[in-house]
């Protein structure tokens, strides 16, 4: 069986540095096109803070190395930040204790050079718990949440349907979920069968966000959708550059 992108050194050296390291340093003649610093924007640019209680608890699922987990932690009490990839959970937790991570950026072939990663301070980081865990089956101990944030992960996952079906017993009543994806749906990782979208099915186009309505209408009200532009660096002269559709969910 072919191994997991997520689970390699590349993924975690790209991940750290999206999360973490990109710049217009690294930009080589280009503009960021308002593509930088995604995993923060996910929060800066998604979450009402107004709703927000005094004592709110977070979920990250799919938090990868942590950046948006550390972000939530600046506007809530606990965060909670689960990941499949113990690679990503081992350098999240890295973060978390030293405040920082030496890692290497591709340049070229084998060619790397050398950058770090940087946590906010510790009062911050000791907020969250990151754990490794499978998004399509969430503990009941996790108990519930103000905020539910899933970055770029319903189309990298076997069966979305039944991540998402969890997600309004983890909700509190007028809790927010955060939802952003490109709906990038590949066979690699989710059997056409559970596509969500960008499919026919019946003679009919399906689209993502549609069936995402259908999933979530029942217990949620959607509030807020916009376009989130994120880059990812694959070496110094090679970008991937996305838009992340990005939806706000509230608890009925």
Not at 56 to 75: P, T, Y
Not at 168 to 185: A, E, F, M
Not at 189 to 200: A, D, E, H, S
Request: aromatic share 10%; proline share 5%; with cysteine.
């Amino acid at each position: 069986m072919a191994r997991n992108f997520y689970d390699t050194d590349r993924a975690l050296s790209e991940y750290l540095l999206f999360h973490y390291g990109m710049s217009k340093r690294l930009l080589p003649g280009m503009s960021d096109c308002g593509a930088l610093d995604f995993p923060v924007r996910c929060v800066t640019e998604c979450l009402d803070f107004r709703r927000l209680p005094p004592k709110a608890r977070a979920l990250d699922i799919g938090c990868a190395v942590g950046r948006a987990s550390f972000e939530l932690a600046k506007h809530c009490r606990e965060v909670i930040a689960i990941d499949y990839s113990k690679q990503f959970i081992r350098a999240a937790k890295q973060l978390q204790r030293a405040g920082s991570l030496a890692f290497e950026i591709y340049e070229e072939g084998e060619l790397t050079i050398q950058a770090s990663a940087n946590a906010p301070g510790q009062a911050i980081r000791q907020r969250i718990r990151f754990e490794v865990a499978d998004a399509m089956a969430l503990s009941d101990s996790l108990g519930t949440f103000d905020v539910v944030l899933m970055a770029n992960l319903i189309d990298r996952l076997r069966d979305p349907r039944k991540c998402l079906a969890q997600l309004p017993r983890l909700l509190k009543p007028g809790g927010q979920l955060i939802i952003t994806s490109p709906y990038t749906w590949l066979l690699e990782y989710t059997p056409k069968q559970n596509w969500l979208g960008g499919v026919r099915r019946g003679g009919k186009r399906l689209k993502t966000f549609d069936a995402l309505k259908t999933i979530l209408c029942p217990d949620l009200r959607l509030v807020r959708r916009r376009d989130l532009p994120f880059l990812l660096r694959e070496h110094a002269r090679k970008f991937q550059f996305s838009i992340a559709d990005a939806t706000v969910w509230l608890r009925k």
